[in-house]
């Protein structure tokens, strides 16, 4: 009987060395670097990173406790790429979006393994007609998901043509076959390569805005739907609770939280909680919207690698659907690491740090896979990208940081000096940026908020004007300022703590809307304008010092984010208390 080349290759291939989560194989048939092989009897995988003759180097995603010389090696001939489908949200995936335990599955560990859990079927809705000519993007069928999102079944890029064959309405595994089109067989899922964009009809200015719920970031550092974030901030600066509040509250329909190379005890934490997460919208799980995708530090460095490209590649195919994604990567500077600890194995010179001379070009190839774009489908959407990163003892001048920097539209960088005064979100407003902020300010005018440019300004102004007159503070103490500039503090903090702190734990304060936000920023500035006014008219600062203040500061926690009215009320009773001193 006649042997195919890829069964003779499958014989023939085989380790020659194992050293660590590197594997060296010989005899493989036409090489190239990304294949994905299996190895060994379990058919753990792997990534071929480097050839040498015939000898391929490769990268294990696995470990390769019990790989030996001689082992049998099969290669796919093919990048690594993962199923899209239906059972994606609510799942827990590892890096390669393989799903753990107690996640839905419809992948194997490895290859030829049976899935993880029962076979599961899907109730489809065909959308089109058998005899309709298709184009790529196309809504070929939905399936209700989850109660948050119905899951679209589209033409996938590179498939066009008359619909030859269609399924009736009713349940189908994710394997049965559902259209014939132009002589492509279509299921529920398709396979994707991670590193690979997928592609779209055209890009689209990110001007629309990505409202998180956080007032620091909507107000003063806002972020457009499509845009990059970054969220640089050393141990216990609060990062991963600003990412869950965001993750809770943001106004994407899809959310894809990756944790990078983080701590097992914290993603055990985030896994146990993030299920208990009540959605705003639906007043459900909030996991029925979100995909988790889990790869600790302890897993192999090259599956940690990959996951931030899964997480992508995830929100790119939601995004195909006509949803707005995002992404929430916890942290980038796990991925850098991994990149540094892969390139050091394969013999890369190294630069700044011991990071491969690369790493900028990874880090902005990751960030370009966010926009706001027309899809193949024709449909406006989005996949907005928020990376944290994590600067070893809160170095943010080290290289994954100021690299990042460059490359991400905003910059919400923690203050550990906030976080000790339990000054939460600790957003600080000296290092952090927003280049949306001017064309966001644009869409805010247009839709009806003609002074959300001032009011920001105004912040920002009085928050800058303190800061510099803290130096001095420090000398001389406040006792001796000027009048007007005692006022000047004054303000920055009835900012600070009756604006842009913001309790997570509180039902009330947890989420602001754009009302409330607006609320709070005009009480503020009214107390703080009335109080200047005194002091030109001759009113000591001292006096407007004594003044209780604490209605404006506290109503925050008191006003729910649709009733404005506990603010209004909290303004007048500080002002009728200035009015006293005149």
């Not at 690594?80 to 979006?97: A, E, K, R, T, W």
């Not at 599961?120 to 007609?129: F, I, K, M, S, Y």
């Amino acid at each position: 009987m006649e042997v195919s080349a890829h069964e003779q290759d499958r014989r023939t291939a085989s380790v020659v060395r194992v050293s660590g989560p590197l594997v060296e194989v010989d005899g493989l048939d036409a090489p190239a670097v990304a294949d994905v092989v299996a190895v060994g009897a379990d058919q753990a995988l792997g990534e071929l990173v480097g050839l040498d003759g015939s000898i391929a180097t490769v990268q294990m995603y696995e470990s390769t406790s019990g790989i030996r010389p001689g082992a049998e090696v099969d290669s796919s001939r093919q990048p690594l790429s993962v199923p899209l489908g239906p059972g994606l949200l609510g799942g827990i995936f590892d890096g390669l979006l393989r799903p753990l335990p107690q996640g839905p599955a419809f992948l194997g560990v490895g290859w030829g393994r049976p899935s993880l859990g029962p076979a599961r079927t899907w109730h489809v809705t065909p959308e089109v007609a058998d005899g309709d000519e298709l184009d790529p993007g196309t809504v070929l069928a939905s399936v209700e998901e989850t109660e948050a999102v119905t899951h679209r079944i589209l033409v996938p890029p590179g498939v066009q043509g008359r619909v030859d064959r269609l399924v009736e309405e009713g349940d189908y595994g994710t394997d049965e076959v559902l259209a014939s089109i132009g002589g492509h067989e279509l299921t529920l899922t398709q396979w994707w390569p991670v590193r690979q964009a997928r592609p779209i009809e055209h890009r689209l200015r990110s001007d629309v805005p990505l409202r998180t719920g956080q007032r620091v970031v909507d107000l003063m550092f806002p972020i457009a739907r499509g845009s990059t974030a970054a969220v640089p901030g050393g141990f216990g600066a609060g990062k991963t609770v600003l990412l869950q509040q965001i993750a809770k509250w943001c106004d994407a329909e899809v959310i894809v939280y990756v944790g990078c190379g983080e701590r097992g005890n914290e993603m055990a934490d985030l896994l146990e909680d993030f299920p208990e997460l009540e959605d705003p919208r639906t007043g459900r799980s909030l996991l029925e919207r979100t995909v988790i995708i889990v790869n600790t530090s302890n897993m192999p460095v090259m599956a940690r690698e990959a996951s931030i490209y899964s997480g992508i590649t995830v929100a790119e195919y939601y995004r195909d659907m006509g949803y707005d994604a995002v992404v929430i990567a916890d942290s980038t500077s796990r991925w850098a690491q991994a990149l540094r600890e892969f390139a050091t194995r394969t013999g890369e010179l190294p630069a700044e740090e011991g990071y491969p001379a690369g790493l900028a070009s990874a880090l902005a190839d990751f960030y370009e896979r966010a926009g706001r774009v027309t899809t193949l489908g024709g449909q406006e959407a989005s996949a907005t990208i928020i990376g944290a990163v994590s600067p070893p003892g809160g170095d943010k001048t080290e290289p994954v940081t100021s690299h990042t920097q460059r490359f991400v539209r905003g910059f919400w960088s923690l203050d550990a000096d906030l976080a000790a005064a339990r000054h939460y979100p600790a957003v600080s407003w000296k290092e952090s940026f927003s280049r949306d902020a001017a064309t966001l300010g644009r869409w805010y005018v247009d839709h009806g908020d003609d002074h959300w440019p001032q009011r920001r300004a105004r912040l920002m102004h009085l928050l800058g004007e303190a800061d510099e007159l803290q130096s001095m503070v420090q000398l001389i103490g406040r006792q001796a300022l000027p009048d007007h500039e005692r006022i000047t503090l004054l303000g920055a903090r009835l900012i600070r703590e009756g604006v842009l702190q913001q309790n997570a734990l509180n039902d009330n304060d947890a989420y602001s809307s754009r009302d409330k936000e607006r609320a709070l920023v005009g009480a503020v500035l009214a107390v703080h304008d009335r109080a200047a006014d005194l002091v030109d008219e001759g009113v000591p600062a001292s006096a407007i010092e004594e003044v209780d203040l604490g209605p404006v500061l506290r109503v925050r926690e008191r006003a729910a984010s649709d009733d404005i009215e506990p603010i209004e009320q909290a303004r007048d009773t500080v002002l009728e208390r200035l009015e006293e001193q005149a």
